[in-house]
């Protein structure tokens, strides 16, 4: 099958890349997916038949003050992309992310719940998404939370690396969701691509994908320490403070409620939620071996 992988440096786009070596990886360099003119002359050569997007501008808190390249490359880059796969018959697979809600309450957040972002990122994150909608109609857009692995820049290498260096971690506790393996990311993405290329039917559309259980960043950063540890990756385990959000301001507003309700994509798609515990497993185990 024909896939294109647009941002495949990524933490996502890396999994993919790595789990279907047959793919067509596309890194920025490759492909700047807010350039509209790159796009269709990309997209003209290749001719895919499903397009994985996880190419995205990520720094939550610099696009606060960085809102025009933000946007180039979280709204402008979706919809050209979906634009081109438009023209040429080609399915878009999009992520996404729970920054598109404010946080607000204590329930899940459905496909379909009110979007009201804090920030520029889910602001940008979510125009992304309205502009696949408007132009394109076979499209699936993922969204998720917390995305962690072996690959990149993450809440778990930040918090080993910060363990090994510090008597104390000071981690919010009053912000809860759903850690998401990127390994599990790629795993989903695939399998819907695979289908797509068969035309094994599919229900377009927005979904939800995040790890379980629910934690709070406080007890993923605990249990990251503790395994850390058991793996040696750290020779002993520190304290973790609890802090509330308003004793760690940030440029941008984070949801307290980051928890995505993923029942739809049990029921419609058949994919279950992940438990983020192995996904940790595995990011540790690769993290070890590269030591060795």
Not at 217 to 228: G, L
């Amino acid at each position: 099958m024909s896939i294109v992988v647009c941002g495949a440096a990524g933490q996502v786009g890396f999994e993919v890349t790595r789990r279907a070596p047959g793919a067509i990886a596309l890194g920025r360099q490759e492909l700047d997916i807010s350039d509209a003119a790159a796009v269709d002359r990309v997209m003209d050569a290749l001719r895919p038949r499903v397009v994985i997007n996880a190419a995205a501008y990520t720094a939550v808190d610099k696009a606060e003050s960085d809102a025009d390249s933000a946007r180039r490359i979280n709204a402008d880059g979706p919809r050209y992309l979906a634009r081109a796969c438009a023209r040429h018959g080609a399915a878009l697979l999009h992520l996404s992310t729970d920054y598109v809600f404010n946080g607000d309450g204590g329930i899940p957040w459905m496909p379909d719940s009110a979007a009201a972002p804090l920030g520029v990122y889910g602001l940008t994150k979510l125009e992304g998404e309205q502009g696949i909608r408007e132009e394109l109609a076979q499209h699936m857009i993922l969204r998720v939370a917390w995305v962690f692995g072996p690959h990149g820049v993450n809440f778990v290498r930040t918090m080993v690396r910060a363990a090994g260096q510090r008597p104390e971690l000071r981690v919010v506790s009053d912000q809860i969701g759903g850690p998401t393996y990127a390994g599990d990311i790629a795993d989903t993405l695939l399998l819907l691509a695979g289908d797509i290329a068969v035309g094994r039917a599919r229900q377009w559309g927005t979904y939800h994908y995040c790890g379980a259980p629910t934690v709070s960043w406080h007890a993923f950063a605990k249990t990251i320490i503790e395994r850390a540890v058991r793996h040696g990756l750290l020779t002993k385990e520190i304290p973790v403070i609890p802090i509330s959000t308003a004793e760690y301001p940030t440029p941008a507003r984070r949801p307290h409620n980051s928890v995505l309700d993923c029942s739809v994509t049990l029921s419609v798609l058949g994919i279950a939620q992940p438990d983020w515990r192995v996904g940790l497993e595995e990011t540790l185990k690769i993290w070890k071996s590269e030591q060795s």
